[in-house]
Antibody, heavy 115, light 110 residues
Framework: EVQLVESGGGLVQPGGSLRLSCAVS????????MHWVRQAPGKGLVWVSH????????NYADSVKGRFTISRDTAKNTLYLQMNSLRVEDTAVYYC????????WGQGTTVTVSS | QSALTQPASVSGSPGQSITISCTGT?????????VSWYQQHPGKVPKLMIY???SRPSGVSNRFSGSKSGNTASLTISGLQAEDEADYYC??????????FGGGTKLTVL
């Protein structure tokens, strides 16, 4: 069974850092693009970042560029999102999603940025 | 990276057909075949309904169909059912090698 399981969310003060993880199973991780997408409370989906299957192509939404870093560890079948200089507006549920079209999503992990 | 434009809400009666539009630019929707549609029920994870403009993943009802004309993509749901009531989001690849979502459309089944 294909599974994506996010972890690492929590409550953090503005300016703080968090590292999200997305552990995958049931498919060949190294063959797929992966994405991070977030959803603020009561709001719509917003694309955050993606990374190519081999890590050779990475990009970010303007709102997180320079603050967030996406990476992947094929040996651990895990996708990461390092989030630095967090802002109140980064508060959201963060989802990882598989593939160019996002055909499988994790259940999400909640990040709350508040003082 | 402006969001794609979707109507905030649409509604229809059971058995009817509805269409949700998703308008972008030649740098996203109009320039690529990589348009997807997602369904999200309250408190649930988004589910892929359409990819590559008009392809359906296995297991998705053939009542769901997608199309594109110029810079506007569309999702049509025929034979509307109560279980279709949800939020729907379009997404497109962009010329900047990023992705962009629409603002979402709330579908109400009357």
């Amino acid at each position: 069974e294909v599974q994506l399981v996010e972890s690492g969310g929590g409550l953090v003060q503005p300016g703080g850092s968090l590292r999200l993880s997305c552990a995958v199973s049931g498919f060949t991780f190294s063959s797929y693009w992966m994405h991070w997408v977030r959803q603020a409370p009561g709001k719509g989906l917003v694309w955050v970042s993606h990374i190519k299957s081999d890590g050779s192509s990475i990009n970010y939404a303007d709102s997180v560029k320079g603050r967030f870093t996406i990476s992947r560890d094929t040996a651990k079948n895990t996708l990461y999102l390092q989030m630095n200089s967090l802002r109140v507006e980064d508060t959201a549920v963060y989802y990882c999603a598989r593939g160019l079209q996002g055909d499988v999503w994790g259940q999400g992990t909640t990040v709350t940025v508040s003082s | 990276q402006s969001a794609l434009t979707q109507p905030a809400s649409v509604s229809g009666s059971p058995g009817q057909s509805i269409t949700i539009s998703c308008t972008g630019t030649s740098s996203d929707v109009g320039g690529y075949k990589y348009v997807s549609w997602y369904q999200q029920h309250p408190g649930k994870v988004p589910k892929l309904m359409i990819y590559d403009v008009s392809s359906r993943p296995s297991g998705v009802s053939n009542r769901f169909s997608g199309s594109k004309s110029g810079n506007t993509a569309s999702l049509t749901i025929s034979g509307l059912q109560a279980e279709d009531e949800a939020d729907y989001y379009c997404s497109s690849y962009t010329s900047s090698n990023t992705r962009v979502f629409g603002g979402g459309t709330k579908l109400t089944v009357l």
